[in-house]
């Protein structure tokens, strides 16, 4: 394990393109006349997409489990209607 995160840091450290931490404010120094580019805006876009994935990701799992909930609950509710109606009255 020590190995493969010494080579990952070699790597890392060896080639900077791979390294690059922002994408959008790249593109955005790159896209304009002169390399200054739009940096306020490359680094608008880049924080918004960097803020947004905790949120999406939170949200995405907590409607999987919400869905898991109310499945579970519907089965339960199911079964107990059937054994009330399976078990004589009296």
């Given at each position: 394990?020590?190995?493969?995160?010494?080579?990952?840091?070699?790597?890392?450290?060896?080639?900077?393109?791979?390294?690059?931490?922002?994408?959008?404010?790249?593109?955005?120094?790159?896209?304009q006349?002169?390399?200054?580019?739009?940096?306020?805006?490359?680094?608008?876009?880049?924080?918004?997409?960097?803020?947004?994935?905790?949120?999406?990701?939170?949200?995405?799992?907590?409607?999987?489990?919400?869905?898991?909930?109310?499945?579970?609950?519907?089965?339960?509710?199911?079964?107990?209607?059937?054994?009330?109606?399976?078990?004589?009255?009296?």
């Amino acid at each position: 394990m020590f190995r493969l995160c010494a080579l990952i840091l070699v790597l890392l450290l060896v080639l900077p393109a791979v390294a690059e931490g922002c994408p959008s404010c790249k593109a955005a120094l790159a896209s304009q006349e002169g390399g200054q580019g739009n940096l306020v805006q490359g680094f608008f876009w880049s924080i918004l997409f960097l803020l947004s994935m905790p949120v999406l990701i939170v949200g995405g799992l907590s409607t999987y489990m919400y869905t898991l909930v109310r499945k579970a609950r519907k089965a339960a509710s199911g079964k107990a209607r059937q054994l009330g109606q399976l078990t004589p009255a009296g």
